[in-house]
């Protein structure tokens, strides 16, 4: 029965894996976020058990006995960091005799464990300015599975549903995914699921998922590929060589186009086969340096090219074969580490660029840039402090046909904040005591608003010259201050405030408090 109910936890639902065992590595992205919910599954915690018996199978189910039951209960309130979840099952490296042990029957592989959790929260959000509020209220479960450093299976689900004032909610970052509003008087229902199944061999990872990815250091948000979007199905795979990698990922996504009747109401979404694949090439020469570039290209309309799923051939020629009908953009960046503590950054993307206009006005010059030092002033309780400048220029991400925009459901995948804009960006994190973090985060954004979106038809630009910041131009100040404090093992509070100002505008602010207990 154990291995039957280990089987079927493992195929109940398949969040990102460690970056030990992903496609794509990056060591610094913001952990400004008001909600459990938006955080990185912290898989790589689980790549090496805790306890790992030396000659048995551990098992341990927390219903599965009167003691088991009491003994879940006690560790549910306790303060002691003790390897503790709803089902967890070790293998051992090897046998050093005979095992006694009926589960061995099994034949369960060495060298392996699963991890099985679940959880429950609830968050509060509010904006005082505008006297508005909501609740939102989830249950979900999470798993990690290592079989033998070769197969890891990764699943990340949870669903439950909003109170409170519509409009208000509806601009929550966990509204990214489903919803489901049946009547007027009943609850805003939302879910997600998404996970990993990867196989490692060597220098070969193949991976198959669905989730979502990131590209280059950053604070403020990716300007090559962010995860502030839906999930995605994929699947990837890497050839690693230690200093030289090459890996490639094919995701399906969901277009953004509208059908609607002769009123220009909407009757249904055109789900118009729309795809996205990124290579991506990474040298790393030594510790201090990691140098990496790649292409990306959002392709629709028909099925799945094989033309793109060849790794050894460069995506801009092959769209050119393809009759120039899809969307390629290229990507670079490079990572300086001249001490363990400090890290330099840079990354920069490129959408169309004419050799004779390099340095001209021409709107086609479609390009961002992103730098960054990051300093890690107490590695043991990973706090540091980040500085960063974006440069995005004006109809970067656009482009002419609906569903060949850099987007996915609705949200652009590029740089969060959109285009035509100049940020400074500035993240501090810091342990404030054993179980209480602190995160503060602050940016200043200029904006024209001219080409500033993705959403836009590069085809409606008034003219064939776009400068820094043309059109309107809006400034924004920022500031969001994170305390996550964790008075138990299973029990975690998040409290959030966030006051920003447009222009000259009212100062906004909203404060968040959450909730999560876990086992």
Known sequence: M??????????????VVASEIDW?????????YFSFLEETFEADAYLNPIVKPANYTRSELATSSLSSFKNAVINFFSNEKIPSHFLHIYTPDKFSKKPD?????????FNSYL????????????????????????YGTKLFANINNTLYIDSYWWTGHFDGDEEFFRTSPIMDSWSQHPNE????SVDNASGKIVYKKKYVYLSIGRGKHIIGNNIGGSIILNDACNDYGYFSGKLDFKKFSISMMHGTLVPDSTNVDHLGEPIYKDYNDKYLVVKKLDWKPNTHLHFYAGEEVVYGGRSIDPSYLLPQTFLRATEHNLQDRDNVLVFGGVNFIPFSQNTFYAN??????????????????KYAIQVGNSYLFNSKNNSRITFEFTAVRPWLYTHKILHNKYSHDGIGLGFPDGSNLIQFSSELNYKLLSCLT???????????SLGNDFSINYETRPDDTADWLEGDKTEKIEVRTIFKWQPLTHHRLLFGHSAYKIDENDIEHQLSISYQASY
């Open 438 to 448: 602190g995160n503060i985060h602050s940016s200043y954004t200029k904006q024209g």
């Open 348 to 365: 920069f993307i490129l959408d169309e660029l004419s050799r004779s206009k390099i340095f001209t006005d021409w709107w086609g010059n």
């Open 101 to 109: 042990n009926s589960i061995h029957n099994y034949n369960l592989p």
């Open 185 to 188: 008087d009943e609850q805003i």
């Open 2 to 15: 154990k291995k039957i109910f280990a089987i079927l936890i493992v195929l109940y639902s398949f969040n």
């Open 115 to 138: 991890y099985f959790k679940l959880f429950t929260g609830a968050e509060y959000f509010s904006n005082s300015t505008q006297n508005t509020n909501y609740t939102y209220v989830y």
């Open 24 to 32: 794509n590595t990056t060591q610094i992205t913001s952990q400004s």
